[in-house]
């Protein structure tokens, strides 16, 4: 298996004076076990507790004390409680509620112990009213492999340090787009990108990519209990994908006869799922920042490989110089909007847009980021700037020196004169370094 990112950031929480319990969050199938897996070999021992298993289950259901939960823990793992640092895995959380209220225990009275909680489907606790103990417990969110880990996964270890660090030379640009374009076909799910690394062969992908849809999808029944949302959610599974990055409307949403409410509620659901998030537009080009919840949502699903296979584009993405034509640029901007969540660790971020509506002036700006006490604009075109007209509108609104584009050409920059005579910099920015940006920002800011 190849190594995550999130390998360090789970070693900095190992390392930390007051550890809590970490809760990992993240979509099926995104690589939560694979990812504990790999950072057991960190310790003397490790202890994975699946709550699925009715006997483990049962095991947290019934203890009579902490401390005899914790003594059955160990006899069942036959290890000692005193043999050296042990990492406690327990799987699945979300199917028994009295597991959630022994992390404040571990955090109180052991520790010593380092124990990460998962499950996918965590807001079904949340449903029945249980919920982890408060500030006895910490965060992580876990996304799918972003294009430094694929690479990674390729054996482009060298190119994967340099797309971090900036520094892809401009001998490498067009063999780094080539691997991004593969990428954007393969997407960041580990076993798509696994297999991919190992066979090179995208139509073996084809399976894998069924068997992913048609669990997402089989799960219908635990992510809602009436039947009028479950038909709902499975409506926006089939034929959602091909909305990526568009905004939506929920009225007859994709020629549906589901009322408004019913599609916004399904939404939700599927939302708390992780595998989508409904991105509201900011009208303000500086803080604070608040999304317009009237305006209409921008989808984003959770990984472009999957969007690709279910909109039949691997063919068209492989074959294609210019990734701004396919979808009307639509897949271009996914994989950005993906590359840009998928360096963070941070549970509850959330994605920006920028619109203007006014009568006789409409813009819309693909992304803003925040950086420090920055507001920037990311737009994702090729073209010349003349094109940009929707960022130069915001720019003309902002006080900010500096706007970032996103393309398939190498990196440079030109200084642009805004209506009130000042000038901001465009740093025109090659695709493939879209999850490093804050090392461009580092330098410059």
Sequence with gaps: MFQRLALDYLRGWANKEERKPLVLRGARQVGKTTLVELFSK?????????????DNAAM???YSSFEDLLVGIFFKAKISQDSGRTLIFIDEIQNEPNAVQTLRYFYEKRPDLYVIAAGSLLESLMGRHISFP??????MALHPCNFVEFLQAMGESMLAEQVCNFSVPNSLHEYTLDLFRKYMIVGGLP????????????????GIFNSLLSGYRDDVEKYASKPKEQDCIRYILNYGWSLA?????????SNSSFKSADVSNAFRILEKTLLLELVYPQTSTSFPLLPDTKKSPKLLWLDTGLVNYVAGMQEDLLFSTDTDELWNGDIAEHVVAQ???????????????WVREARNSQAEVDFLIRYKSHVLPIEVKTGNNSKLRSLHLFMNESKEKLALRLW????SSDNISKSDGNVFTLYNIPIYYAGSLDKLLGRIL
């Design 245 to 253: 990055a568009h905004r939506i409307q929920f009225a007859k949403f």
């Design 42 to 54: 960190d310790f003397d021992n490790y202890i994975y507790i699946n709550l699925e298993e009715k």
């Design 134 to 139: 408060v500030g006895r417990v910490e965060y």
């Design 60 to 62: 947290f259901a019934g």
């Design 339 to 353: 590359e840009l969540l998928g360096a963070s660790f941070t549970f509850g971020e959330k994605r920006m847009f």
């Design 191 to 206: 076993e798509a990108v696994a297999n991919y690394a190992q066979h090179r062969d995208f139509v073996r992908l084809e």
């Design 408 to 411: 398939n050409g190498s990196f």
